[in-house]
């Protein structure tokens, strides 16, 4: 299947300041990536749908200021958490759409903010 | 997109096949039945998809009946590696997980 990565896997950092996670899709072209949000015990929860070159869509009660989502290439999106919080703290995945079918996803991204 | 129903949790042997159910009787016309597991602390892995035929891969089958309003997940030969929580997910577009089937094969 489809590959999909996502840097880093880990990240720990400081209440106030900003984080950004990479999502890569490895061997194919994705025009539409997703970010999803899972705390523990819990299911996950889309944040926002990210299409390559355009203004990414996000669910309700997601605050756009806060995740800044950038899709500039067709194998790259990041997510960047500002002024995180520790309620912010979570489990980041990232998925990409391989055709109108078919979505991977990325390993994860476990953030804690102190 | 329309709802899912699956039991909160089964149990299996490991060797034998595990049947997975999901009902989804609100679901429309456009509408595919996707599967998806996660195994602890990782990201969803892609099982099967399917729109009303039964589906096979290497991984599993999925038969969805004449109606469309529920479907079952095959695992022919479960292993203690097929442990994990299983979402039935019916949709156009977007993903929407729901609490899903936790799955746990025993030795």
């Known amino acids: 299947g489809a590959v999909v990565s996502q840097h880093p896997s880990r990240v720990i950092c400081k209440s106030g300041t900003s984080v950004k996670i990479e999502c890569r899709s490895l061997d194919f072209q994705a025009t539409t990536m997703f970010w999803y949000r899972q705390f523990p015990k819990q299911s996950l929860m889309l944040m926002a749908t990210?299409?390559?070159?355009?203004?990414?869509?996000?669910e309700q009660g997601v605050e756009k200021d806060k995740f800044l989502i950038n899709h500039a290439s067709l194998t790259l999106s990041t997510l960047t958490v500002t002024s995180a919080h520790p309620e912010d703290s979570s489990f980041y995945i990232c998925?990409?759409?391989?055709?109108?079918?078919?979505?991977?996803f990325g390993p994860g991204t476990r953030l804690t903010v102190t | 997109d329309a709802k899912t129903t699956q039991p909160p949790s089964m149990d299996c042997a490991e060797g034998r096949a595990a049947n997975l159910p999901c009902n989804h009787s609100?679901?429309?016309?456009?509408?595919?039945v996707y599967w998806y597991r996660q195994i602890h602390s990782q990201g969803p892995q892609y099982i099967i998809h399917?729109?009303?035929n039964n589906e096979t891969n290497e991984m599993a089958s999925l038969i969805i009946t004449e109606d469309r309003k529920s479907s079952t997940l095959i695992l022919p030969h479960a292993t203690l590696r097929d442990t994990a929580v299983y979402y039935c997910i019916v949709t156009w577009y977007k993903l929407s997980f729901g609490a899903g089937t936790t799955v746990t094969v025993r030795a």
């Open positions: 998925s990409a759409k391989v055709d109108t079918y078919e979505q991977y």
């Open positions: 609100t679901i429309s016309g456009n509408e595919y």
């Open positions: 990210s299409n390559e070159g355009s203004k990414a869509t996000y």
């Open positions: 399917g729109l009303k």
